[in-house]
């Protein structure tokens, strides 16, 4: 009985989050923004990511960072370094954010900058390997981390990112000669679920495929605003 009402609820829970999430959308393609909702487990290195993207795209496209972390502006006051409005967002108790939340940080986020200049809206989802998938904020593309410190099984178990990914970064492969790891094993397990995924594998701090994923990003910004911003 008890799991009846658990699935209900969340069942419903669900239903209201995906209506702000297409509510969010409709105001982002009314504003010609693409966003992109970033997400992986903790330290996969999603905020180091974004800080090589910043430096690297944010004479091209304008760019707006939504910063989701349980406590803490950490992640946000690095970004913040690099020129952009970054909105942080605090969520207590809740391990993702929803698509409630990052309607608050956009009307935050309206009231300084003008939502028709932007381009691209980021959002860096707590770490969390499973809720964030399951929620909806708006976006136009779902970016998965994966660093290969977390193991090559990690996609069959946890696979609700994974197959509702768009693209798959594969992180820290500066690491790979100290680690037992097959990339390929990795790539394999997320085909398994998701054959469709891009897969890009970087490293930051070698440089190592950035700009593949910088690539990814700019085709992933909508044609009209790369030629508006021209
Ligand atoms: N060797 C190596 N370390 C990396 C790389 N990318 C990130 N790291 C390190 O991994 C750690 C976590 O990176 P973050 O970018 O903070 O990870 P995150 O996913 O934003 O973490 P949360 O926001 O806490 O979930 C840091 O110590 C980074 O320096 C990489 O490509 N190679
Ligand atoms: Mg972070």
């Avoid at 209900?8 to 239903?15: A, E, K, M, S």
């Avoid at 381009?119 to 593309?141: K, M, Q, S, T």
């Avoid at 100290?178 to 054959?195: H, K, Q």
Wanted: hydrophobic share 45%; with cysteine; glycine share 6%.
């Amino acid at each position: 009985m008890h799991q009846i009402i658990d699935e209900t609820l969340g069942i419903n829970l669900l239903h209201a989050n995906q209506a702000g999430a297409d509510h969010n959308r409709a105001h982002f393609d009314e504003w010609g923004i693409t966003c992109l909702n970033v997400m992986s487990s903790p330290g996969a290195g999603k905020t180091v990511l974004l800080e090589k993207t910043l430096a690297a795209l944010t004479d091209a496209l304008k760019i707006a960072v939504i910063e989701g972390d349980m406590t803490t502006e950490l992640d946000a006051d690095r970004l913040r370094q690099y020129g952009v409005p970054v909105i942080a967002i605090n969520t207590g108790r809740a391990c993702h954010l929803d698509a409630r939340m990052v309607a608050g940080g956009l009307h935050t986020l309206s009231q300084t900058h003008t939502p028709t200049d932007l381009d691209l809206v980021i959002v860096e989802n707590v770490g969390n390997l499973v809720c964030p998938a399951e929620f909806e904020v708006g976006e136009h593309a779902k970016v998965a981390l994966l660093s290969i410190t977390e193991g090559e099984d990690k996609p069959l178990k946890y696979p609700v990112m994974f197959r509702e990914a768009d693209v798959l970064v594969i992180t820290k492969v500066d690491l790979a000669p100290y680690l037992d790891v097959d990339l390929s094993r990795i790539e394999a397990n997320v085909r398994e679920i998701n054959p469709q995924v891009t897969i890009i594998a970087v490293s930051a701090q070698t440089g190592a495929g950035l700009e593949a994923w910088f690539d990814w990003v700019r085709a992933a910004v909508k044609p009209s605003q790369l030629a508006a911003a021209h």
